[in-house]
């Protein structure tokens, strides 16, 4: 099993920068893709950003340039640097680990960081 723990959210302001980061525990394979959601209020939660285990990042077209992803292998933890918050960043932010299985995708989820932006 894997369990991820997030830290990092508050309150912000718009303008500012925040770090978020993942702490995996248990089991973890050098294949598994780490990645960020989040959730803006009333809305579904979705894909922001994502990286390998060899440090190929994607982001969604709304972060890029602002959101940076990265990963420390030897302490299996993702980092979120986010600058230049935007209240449209307003969202409480899930890391996932992504772990492909016999053809399968098995995803486990983190309790989720709200980050506010306040303008």
């Known amino acids: 099993q894997v369990q991820l723990v997030e830290s990092g959210g508050g309150l912000v302001q718009a303008g500012g920068s925040l770090r978020l980061s993942c702490a995996a525990s248990?089991?973890?394979?050098?294949?598994?893709?780490m990645a960020w959601y989040r959730q803006p209020p009333g809305k579904r939660r979705e894909l922001a950003t994502s990286i390998t285990s060899g440090g190929k990042t994607w982001y969604e077209s709304s972060v890029n340039g602002r959101f940076t992803i990265s990963r420390d292998n030897t302490k299996n933890t993702v980092y979120l640097q986010v600058n230049n918050v935007q209240p449209e960043d307003t969202a409480v932010y899930y890391c996932?680990?992504?772990?492909?299985?016999?053809?399968?995708?098995?995803?486990?989820w983190g309790q989720g960081t709200q980050v506010t932006v306040s303008s």
């Open positions: 248990g089991n973890i394979f050098s294949t598994d893709v």
């Open positions: 996932n680990l992504a772990r492909q299985f016999s053809g399968s995708t098995i995803n486990f």
